[in-house]
């Protein structure tokens, strides 16, 4: 999992890009045969520094 932030670049689109590089291996190509799912965790944010979690 990833923490968002507008500076990356976009992860998903480097993934499928350069998932034929994955595919040269016979094992890879059996464990991602399909593009992997990129999840984003969200970053703190202002509410989350000023109010406490209670």
């Not at 990356?8 to 799912?37: A, C, Q, W, Y």
């Amino acid at each position: 999992m990833i923490t968002f932030s507008r500076a990356l670049p976009n992860i998903g689109r480097i993934i499928r890009r350069h998932l034929h590089t994955l595919h040269t291996s016979d094992r890879m190509k059996e464990v991602f045969s399909e593009p992997p799912l990129v999840a984003f965790r969200r970053d703190c944010n202002l509410q989350d520094i000023l109010v406490h979690k209670k």
